[in-house]
């Protein structure tokens, strides 16, 4: 069991929405299109469901996005939707590109965590990353901001999240020095 867990703040989750909301945008402009060109009436109706879905979607999303911690996973559920519409459809390239956009989404934008044990240190990202504690010439919490200076040079500084339960920085820092000198 990890003696601190620090949860870093993801700068770049705006971004991703962003990127997401556009996806998903084209998705149901590529629908609309099918649903006024085409003439297969299954087709039309698959596309007519795909929109409904991208609408829905997106009033949830704009309902629960202040209110929900959970509102990302709106965004799983239309992918997943769109890939399963898609394969109705028969165009599997686009499923398979649904597939993958609702992976790196996932992988995106998921809780940055950082676990210090009494042997190592694990970056819970993709893949999972373990550090011993014998690479690491520092480690410092100060001002919500996390610094692990490497021995190979490399350093990694990142803000901290606000949390329930926040790290106490005395514990945290006397508990890596520790670390740090029995490792020496």
Not at 2 to 29: C, D, H, M, Q, W
Not at 98 to 123: D, G, H, M, P, W
Not at 134 to 152: A, E, P, Q, W, Y
Request: aromatic share 16%; glycine share 4%.
């Amino acid at each position: 069991m990890p003696k601190f867990e620090i949860v870093l703040k993801n700068e770049k989750i705006k971004l991703y929405n962003r990127i997401s909301f556009l996806a998903i945008t084209i998705n149901g402009l590529i629908f609309l299109y099918f649903c006024f060109a085409s003439s297969y009436k299954q087709i039309i109706l698959l596309s007519a469901a795909g929109v409904l879905i991208i609408l829905s979607g997106f009033f949830l999303i704009y309902k629960f996005y202040k209110t929900k911690p959970k509102w990302k996973v709106v965004y799983i559920i239309i992918f997943d939707l769109l890939m399963v519409i898609w394969v109705l459809i028969g165009n599997y390239w686009a499923a398979g590109t649904q597939l993958v956009l609702s992976f790196l989404f996932q992988v995106a934008t998921r809780k940055l965590l950082v676990s210090f044990f009494e042997n190592r240190i694990i970056f819970h990202s993709f893949p999972e990353r373990t550090i011993q504690w014998s690479g690491v010439n520092n480690v410092i919490l100060k001002d919500d901001l996390l610094t692990i200076d490497f021995k190979n040079n490399k350093i990694i500084q990142q803000l901290i999240k606000e949390t329930d339960e926040p790290v106490n920085e005395k514990e945290f820092n006397d508990f890596c020095k520790e670390r740090l000198k029995s490792e020496a």
